[in-house]
């Protein structure tokens, strides 16, 4: 890692997702310098994960990698992975933030990304990018699209053999790496720091995280994946191809009993894309959507959800109330059929994707004074007409950190976040020299 103190840009953008992305490509193709502060050891957030995107069904890997790419290598911006802000203090109108580096254990400069100290590594480990089903190493370049192509050691996970750093051709490895701390000066600052999702556990009525063949729809997006840990949609208590498989919508929102009241908007149309590439990589298994309402908001949404129905996919209206599971696990799904004049029944899937919701991903009250709204993301004062603009002067929300939304709103609402910071730093800088970087940082 180079030592680096202090880094004076035009503008911080807070997470490398794709809002983040795009805000700092949209900053820099304008000629400001930008830090882009990433807390994983890649960027990409979690469009990197899916397999394909709705409705155009493009391979997810091929329209981000392109994106990623042009961020590493922008001469306007400055890439800062495995960094976290802690916190932020104002200065006549600027804002300094100090931001701590977790080592990588590994020379950024030397590693070539050749991954011969995966291949010499004893430990594995669940795979988090593969949520839990493949494995990886303790030293690791985070996943083969990953920008830096860089690897990292797992340290508390590590076994200290040296078996990494005696097959580095490039002397890559350095245990000694510390913790470093630098400040970012910026005019301005965008936050992008995107969504989690329901946790599978938090409704006991679903089996509470406990039944295996329950997952959330982002394990289906890794199974679905050409990338993905099998190159097949396997369940995963006993790797069997599942014959029917049940999404389960509103699992985690339009809930009073979680406190998430809101429609996470991406649900529905998520479920429809994989209910299609199952048909496509399962030709014979039943594909049920149980849903309380489809809503399918955007361009050529409605036309993608037509498509499914004429594909064979069954659509049942009726709120699933309870998931259990029989003597073969496979997990059984009691539901008031709405159109079945209410009936309540009971089917029995090989596999239940539950349609989790999108939860905000970070509170940015305390370190940025951003204040939250009801509904747990930044608040914005006029979101009808300046939807980007937080009660903050000088800090702007893109992306899901601003509410739950799709890539193409975030992609839009991230142009729209430069333009109103760019707009704020020619404000305030009237009179003022450009910034200009004191020493260079690396990702
Ligand atoms: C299962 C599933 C399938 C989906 N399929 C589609 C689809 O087909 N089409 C579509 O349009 N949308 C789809 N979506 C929605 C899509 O994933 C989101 O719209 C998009 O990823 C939002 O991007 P983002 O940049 O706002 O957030 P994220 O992807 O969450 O990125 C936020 C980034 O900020 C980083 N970060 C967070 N806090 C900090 C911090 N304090 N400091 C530094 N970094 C930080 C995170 O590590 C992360 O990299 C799907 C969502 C899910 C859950
Ligand atoms: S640390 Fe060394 S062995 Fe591992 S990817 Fe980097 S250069 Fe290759
Ligand atoms: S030192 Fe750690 S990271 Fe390197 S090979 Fe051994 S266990 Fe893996």
Known sequence: MNTMTRLNVDALVVGGGIAGM???????????????VEKEASIGGKMIMLSKVFPTLDCCSCITTPKMSAVAHHDNITLLTTCEVQGIEE?????RAQVLQKPRY?????CTGCRQCEYACPVDLPSAF???????????????????????????????????????????????????????????????????LTPTDAKKEYGGGDLLNVVDALVLERLLA?????????????????????????????????????????????????AMLLSGALPLADITI???????????????????????????????????????QNPVVRVEVVDEEAQIVERAHDLVVLSVGMLPGYNPEPLYAVPTAADGFASIPAPNIRPTVTDHPGIFVTGTAAGP????????????????AAAYLETTRQGQPAPVEMEVAHA
């Not at 200065?91 to 804002?95: D, E, H, I, K, L």
């Open 290 to 328: 149980y849903y309380m309402d489809i809503r399918t908001f955007g361009k050529g949404y409605e036309q993608f959800y037509q498509n499914a129905k004429a594909m064979g996919i069954e659509f049942v209206k009726g709120k699933v109330a309870k998931i259990t599971e029989d003597d073969e």
């Open 405 to 420: 939304m799709d890539i193409v709103d975030s992609i839009v609402l991230a142009g729209a976040a430069a333009s109103e």
């Open 106 to 110: 590994v020379d950024v400069d030397a």
């Open 226 to 274: 050409p990338t993905g840990p099998y190159g097949h949609v396997l369940r995963p208590s006993d790797g069997k191809e599942p014959d029917s498989i049940a999404y389960v919508q509103c699992a985690g929102s339009r809930d009073k009993t979680l406190g998430v009241e809101y429609c996470s908007r991406v649900c529905c149309m998520y479920a429809i894309k994989q």
């Open 22 to 36: 795009q805000a700092a490509l949209d900053l820099a193709d304008q000629g400001y310098h930008v830090a882009l």
């Open 91 to 95: 200065n006549g109108g600027a804002f």
């Open 130 to 196: 593969d949520r839990e089903l493949g494995a990886v190493r303790a030293i690791r370049v985070p996943f083969s699209t990953a920008v830096p192509q860089k690897a990292m050691i797992d340290i508390d996970n590590c076994l200290l053999c040296g078996k990494c750093e005696r097959v580095c051709p490039t002397d890559a490895i350095d245990f000694t790496q510390q913790p470093e701390s630098f400040e970012v000066e910026a005019g301005a600052v965008v936050l992008a720091t995107g969504f989690e």
